[in-house]
């Protein structure tokens, strides 16, 4: 088991209506942090592996946390289906709808999270839309996320500056809010997202959706030099990373590398095959491999 770190406790007051609500401000250390840290000691790049929560169902999506984690993952990102995944390519929308076939929930997938952590520390982050948070409602949705062992959430559709009905009930609850940033980012907007996240910073390496090629790998390196003179938090790398080849160029840069679409893929793929879970492995297994040391 990972070791777990106790968060320090500020208190802060907001008001809602007319009735005033007081906040435990509790984000201090948590397993993002830990790893991040641990990783650096050990001159070592995080791999972020994102998996479809439901696809091709809960007890699958459970099996392979175990199984990436064990093949080298270092922290998993829970995607939420969602039927209008604004940010997603084609592979991971195709997933999110077998999901949601499958009755696959936000609740369900929490509980999930709560099973695991019956078995494994490994971090895990939640990708999801502001549609399904406020469906159950940001203070509720907080406190069953950590409750459950969640350690951070990814909103694509909610950037910093739109995000305080969220921020105040994640910051209470010592959920991490990671915010993305496009390579199209202004100076401005590199410094208010670096201000912003908690965790690590997703810069995303190209203008597209999940699943599209990666390219321009000089200006992702150039991009992260920027952001690097603004922010002290990781920077990981998402969209575009497909293959080891991929995962070792971007691992030169980064601090973290985040594969998804790739990893989707392997599980439709073998979503038939009693086998499915070993081939994903040792699908990750040659990405972890092939990342170089800090």
Same mark, same amino acid.
């Not at 479809?52 to 999506?61: K, N, S, V």
């Not at 969220?166 to 993305?180: R, V, W, Y």
């Not at 201000?195 to 959706?209: N, Q, W």
């Given at each position: ?20 609500i ?10 993002? $942090? ?10 070592k ?6 998996l ?10 459970e ?11 270092? +922290? ?15 592979? +991971? ?11 696959t ?35 509720e ?12 959430? +990814?909103?694509?559709?909610m ?6 009905p ?15 940033l ?12 670096a ?15 999940t699943?599209s090629?990666l ?6 390196? $150039?991009? +992260? ?70």
């Open positions: 088991m990972r070791e777990r770190h106790k968060a320090s406790t500020g208190r802060q007051r907001v008001t809602s209506g007319s009735s005033p007081t906040y435990h401000s509790v984000l201090t250390q948590n397993r993002l $942090d830990t790893t991040f840290r641990r990783l650096k000691d050990d001159s790049k995080a791999l972020i592996a994102y479809m929560a439901g696809d091709p169902g809960l007890a699958e999506t099996q392979l946390v175990v199984a990436l984690e064990e093949a080298g993952a270092d +922290i998993i990102e829970l995607g939420v289906p969602f039927s209008d995944p604004i940010a997603d390519g084609p592979v +991971i929308q195709q997933a999110a709808e077998r999901a949601l076939k499958n009755g929930s936000l609740r369900k997938i929490l509980a999930s999270v709560k099973s695991l952590r019956q078995r494994t520390e490994i971090p895990i982050v939640l990708m999801l839309y502001y549609n399904s948070i406020h469906a159950m409602g940001c203070e949705f907080c406190k069953s996320a950590k409750a459950a062992g969640v350690d951070g959430l +990814i909103v694509p559709d950037p910093p500056d739109e995000a305080e969220l921020k105040k009930p994640a910051d209470a609850t010592g959920l991490s809010l990671i915010f993305l496009a390579p199209t980012s202004t100076t401005d907007r590199r410094k208010l997202v201000k912003e996240s908690h965790g690590f910073v997703y810069y995303v390496s190209l203008t597209g959706i699943g090629k390219s321009n790998v000089g200006d992702i390196h $150039d991009n +992260i030099k920027k952001l690097r003179k603004v922010s002290g938090s990781p920077v990981a790398v998402g969209f575009g990373v497909a293959t080891p080849e991929d995962a070792a160029r971007v691992s030169k840069m980064a601090d973290g590398v985040i594969v998804g679409s790739a990893i989707v893929k392997q599980i439709a793929a073998h979503q038939q095959d009693p086998g499915m879970v070993g081939h994903v492995a040792e699908f990750v297994r040659s990405l972890k491999a092939a990342m170089v040391p800090a």
